[in-house]
């Protein structure tokens, strides 16, 4: 059975740092792509920042370009979020997701996990 279980999350001050962990169990870690998505309070989803499998392609919200950094390690099927310069807007939870289309036969084939969430909270 896939698991995505993330950790990391807590309370900072703005302009602090922490830093998510998502540890994936299930499936092959390193062929999907992984995302972190957040969503604040009373408000809908926001996709914060992507990679792909091998690692070599990064992309991120105009939101956090220059302040967050994902990376991967496929030998620990682990992702991870990189927070800097928090800012009270970046308040909420965090989510990872894992993300695969494969052609198997005739058909493509779509698969999408999804962990717990962890809680982000920057405030003074």
């Known amino acids: 059975e896939a698991q995505l279980v993330e950790s990391g999350g807590g309370l900072v001050q703005p302009g602090g740092s922490l830093r998510l962990s998502c540890a994936a169990s299930g499936f092959t870690f390193s062929s999907y792509a992984m995302s972190w998505v957040r969503q604040a309070p009373g408000k809908g989803l926001e996709w914060v920042s992507g990679i792909n499998g091998a690692g070599g392609v990064r992309k991120y919200a105009d939101s956090v370009k220059g302040r967050f950094t994902i990376s991967r390690d496929n030998a620990k099927n682990t992702l991870y979020l990189q927070m800097n310069s928090l800012k009270p807007e970046d308040t909420g939870a965090y989510f990872c997701?894992?993300?695969?289309?494969?052609?198997?036969?005739?058909?493509?084939?779509?698969?999408?996990?999804w962990g717990q969430g962890t809680q982000v909270t920057v405030s003074s």
């Open positions: 997701n894992a993300e695969l289309t494969t052609l198997q036969g005739p058909l493509y084939k779509y698969f999408l996990y």
